[in-house]
């Protein structure tokens, strides 16, 4: 399958999870935006932290996709609760530019202390491999 995993943190949480996804699918693992554009991608997974707003960098990118780019993109967000609210401006842009959004955006609640980030547990990894794996059997 013709995949890439790209990702979006400022703290470098996704960047994990992301290098998993692209060791187990075998694709291309880039930060956001990417050193290549994406061409003729089947799917394109998108892990970016955020809390309600999608960074710009990341909503750019997509707004930059077509048909010919990704036929499909799956998202997935990091942030304290697991809430994917802030995605579906960039999905309904994405579908009137031709872009599916493959499967229900995911949502990893990563929980930190009062001084500490939260880092994504090895059962958060697995949690979007397995979700990843559901949505390239699509």
């Not at 955020?50 to 942030?79: E, I, Q, S």
Request: glycine share 10%; hydrophobic share 35%; with cysteine.
């Amino acid at each position: 399958m013709k995949a890439k995993s790209l990702h979006f943190s400022k703290s470098g949480n996704v960047q994990p999870i992301a290098s998993e996804i692209g060791r187990v699918m075998q694709c291309v693992c880039d930060q956001i935006p990417p050193a290549y554009p994406c061409e003729g991608e089947k799917v394109v997974f998108i892990g970016v932290e955020m809390n309600g707003k999608l960074p710009g960098a990341v909503d750019h990118f997509c707004k930059d996709l077509n048909p010919t780019r990704a036929k499909g993109v799956a998202f997935y967000v990091l942030n304290s609760n697991g809430n994917t609210d802030g995605l579906s401006s960039i999905i309904d842009t994405m579908k009137k530019n031709g872009v599916e959004t493959y499967g229900e955006p995911l949502g990893i609640a990563v929980k930190g202390g009062l001084f500490k980030k939260g880092m994504p547990t090895d059962a958060d990894t697995k949690k979007v491999l397995e979700w990843a794996d559901k949505i390239a059997k699509m």
